[in-house]
Nanobody, 115 residues
Framework: QVQLVESGGGLVQAGGSLRLSCAVS????????MGWYRQAPGSQRESVAV???????NYPDSVKGRFAISRDNANHTVSLQMNSLKPEDTAVYYC?????????WGQGTQVTVST
């Protein structure tokens, strides 16, 4: 069984930075796309950053230039550096990985950006 453990959420003032990390453990044979999603109250879950096994990244316009995703294939981790945070970035952030041809989600970590 593959497990994901997220860390790094918290409360930050607008304009500040946070770094989220997600550690993937278990019997991993293939680790493909990894990403971060977020869900604000009353909203659908949305993608904020995706990175392929080859290192290609994709971001929505709302975070482009402010967020940066990275992965460490040797240690099975994926991180999200979030800069110039805005109150509208407030949400629960979820790690998502495709491992062993299946999709896995982390438990979520709260990010709150105050004005």
């Amino acid at each position: 069984q593959v497990q994901l453990v997220e860390s790094g959420g918290g409360l930050v003032q607008a304009g500040g930075s946070l770094r989220l990390s997600c550690a993937v453990s278990g019997r991993i044979f293939v680790l493909n796309t990894m990403g971060w999603y977020r869900q604000a109250p009353g909203s659908q879950r949305e993608s904020v950053a995706v990175i392929t096994s080859g290192g290609s990244t994709n971001y929505p316009d709302s975070v482009k230039g402010r967020f940066a995703i990275s992965r460490d294939n040797a240690n099975h981790t994926v991180s999200l550096q979030m800069n110039s945070l805005k109150p509208e970035d407030t949400a629960v952030y979820y790690c998502n990985v495709r491992a062993n041809w299946r999709n896995y989600w982390g438990q979520g970590t709260q990010v709150t950006v105050s004005t």
